[in-house]
């Protein structure tokens, strides 16, 4: 496992190491920690290609709908 740091807070200094973890720290904006101000050390586009990467390994590439169906809806 890398343990580089991809993301920093600069309130409350914690790191964040996942890939999949710093793309969802690009939708949120902020630390879920303490709302203070995030640095990313890595491009967003690294992080989008490192994250789809392990959801291949892992397998999480295929959509649920795929394997169960289309769902019918919520009315049966
Ligand atoms: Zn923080």
Do not use: K, N
């Not at 993301?7 to 964040?16: E, I, N």
């Not at 203070?36 to 994250?51: K, N, R, T, Y």
């Amino acid at each position: 496992m890398d343990r580089t740091p991809r993301v920093s807070c600069g309130g409350c200094s914690f790191r964040w190491f996942s890939a999949t973890s710093s793309h969802g720290l690009r939708i949120v904006g902020s630390c879920p920690r303490c709302g203070g101000d995030l640095e990313f050390l890595v491009a967003a586009s690294q992080d989008a290609d490192d994250a789809a990467q392990r959801d291949r390994e892992l397998g999480y590439d295929v959509a649920p709908a795929t394997v169960l169906g289309v769902p019918l809806g919520w009315d049966r």
